[in-house]
């Protein structure tokens, strides 16, 4: 079965420091890995995903096949970065299954 | 903005009761997708559509839910019978056959007294 995981309900960092959300997944073939980002009083959507290899808003995430991993990284968080953090796989043009999310707070 | 309008935003209603929320993506959305997420969790998928086939359903979506996109273009979601557990946000996304991206409207709130 797919499955997400994002350890972290809560990561708390202050203004320019490095940030990593951690996710993981579990599937057998080869899946899209997404990460989406819902910043207050706002909608549900895409940061970057992983087939296009881009850094978004200084964000970067890497796909480890190995560890079944998708972290996502950013060098120096901003206050605006402060956000709900979704990481999501999808196999083909399905459903996406997303993990729990992680709340990114950067504080000043 | 991504172009998906949902419709209420916020529906209160009580034990028992139907609803009925609505989803209008923009016209190059073939897919359309419908998910619920309670608090603390990520959105769960509910159904998804092509065109107006109805191609996926969850084994969240109970009998008591029922989806519909009759012309392929705005999508209905109705719950019949609402339980207090059904309280949730329901999201709609949209997409396109040449992309895995979906776009995501804003949500309707449904609160089940």
Redesign the interface.
């Known amino acids: 079965a797919q499955r ?1 995981t994002q350890p972290e ?1 809560l990561l708390s960092v202050f203004k320019g420091a490095p940030v990593e959300l951690k996710c993981n997944y579990s599937y057998s073939g080869s899946p ?1 890995l ?1 990460w989406y980002v819902q910043y207050s009083r706002q ?4 940061l970057l ?1 992983h087939i296009s290899r881009e850094s978004i808003k200084g964000f970067t995430a890497d796909l480890n096949k190995g560890e079944t991993s998708f972290h996502l990284k950013k060098p120096f968080a901003q206050e605006e970065d402060s956000a709900m953090y ?1 990481c ?1 796989l ?1 196999t ?10 992680t709340r990114l707070l950067v504080s000043p | 903005d991504t172009g998906v309008s949902q419709d209420p935003r916020h529906k209160i209603t009580k034990r028992g009761q139907n609803v009925t929320f609505r989803c209008d993506p923009i016209s190059e959305h073939n897919r359309l997708y419908w998910y619920r997420q309670t608090l603390g969790q990520g959105p769960e998928f509910l159904t998804y559509f092509q065109n107006e086939a109805q191609l996926e359903k969850s084994r969240l979506l109970s009998d008591r839910f029922s989806a519909e996109r009759p012309k392929g273009s705005f999508s209905t979601l109705e719950i019949q019978r609402t339980e207090q557990g059904d309280s949730a946000m329901y999201l709609c996304g949209g997409g396109t056959l040449s992309t895995d991206t979906q776009y995501f409207g804003p949500g309707t709130r449904l609160t089940v007294l």
């Open positions: 997400v309900k899209e997404f909608r549900l959507q895409l995903r979704y999501a999808t083909g043009f399905q459903k996406l299954v997303f993990g729990t999310g």
